[in-house]
């Protein structure tokens, strides 16, 4: 089976970086995805990483590494509407998605 | 506007009771998922189906039942067998296409037993 984890939580000031850390175990994917999700809210696409190396998007961007089983999302510039939960998720064959537990970001004014 | 949209925003089953929760879409994708999340935790994987009259089962399908007659359309069934069938029921739909790695969800169904 697949496995990802990420920290609980994360809490960061305004205009700050930040940076949530996803470790996965798996035999086999296609890419490593994150979501953001607001409480009580449908997830919504951040950023895809298919290959090695990093994704910029905007205040956002990701990062993966197939060799040490790792990735990360980094958010810049952080604003209060960036407090949310974020998930990294395993793409499988048929684009299935196989969710880490989140992680609660908390942005302080 | 295109996009995913679930029904009822609430629902509630009895004892016993088989509940069908809707999910339509209008963006002319051909894969669409069923995720359930219970409170702070991610999502996982009930169903999928990358084409009509097609499905697969997901990492927990016990208890569960869907169908895909129709490309806009995937219903999930939750049966009397899922013991423990409160949370959040999020759809979602993709193009089964390389490169394009997007998932969009739909706002969910709350499903609460009486």
């Known amino acids: 089976g697949q496995s990802l984890e990420q920290p609980s939580e994360v809490t960061a000031v305004e205009g700050a970086i930040v940076q949530i850390n996803c470790t996965y175990q798996t035999s086999g994917f296609y890419g490593l995805s994150w979501y953001q999700q607001h409480d009580g809210g449908a997830p919504t696409f951040l950023s895809y990483?298919?290959?090695?190396g990093l994704e910029e998007t905007g205040r956002f961007s990701s990062f993966l590494s197939r060799s040490d089983s790792y990735g990360y999302l980094l958010l810049q510039e952080l604003q209060m509407k960036d407090s949310a939960s974020y998930f990294c998720?395993?793409?499988?064959?048929?684009?299935?998605?196989?969710f880490g537990s989140g992680t609660q970001l908390t942005v302080l004014p | 506007d295109g996009g995913i949209t679930q029904s009822p925003k609430y629902l509630f089953r009895k004892e016993g009771q088989n509940v069908t929760l809707s999910c339509e879409q209008n963006?002319?994708?051909?894969?669409m998922y069923w995720y359930r999340q219970d409170p702070g935790q991610g999502l996982r994987l009930i169903y999928y189906s990358q084409i009509v009259n097609d499905f697969q089962k997901g990492d927990i399908a016990e208890g569960y039942s869907v169908s895909r007659e129709k490309k806009e359309s995937f219903p999930l069934t939750v049966t009397s067998a899922q013991k423990n069938p409160t949370a959040f029921y999020l759809c979602a739909s993709s193009i089964d296409r390389t490169g394009q790695e997007t998932q969009y969800f739909g706002p969910g169904t709350r499903l609460l037993v009486l």
């Open positions: 963006l002319n994708h051909d894969a």
């Open positions: 998720a395993l793409s499988g064959s048929a684009r299935q998605l196989t």
């Open positions: 990483n298919g290959l090695d």
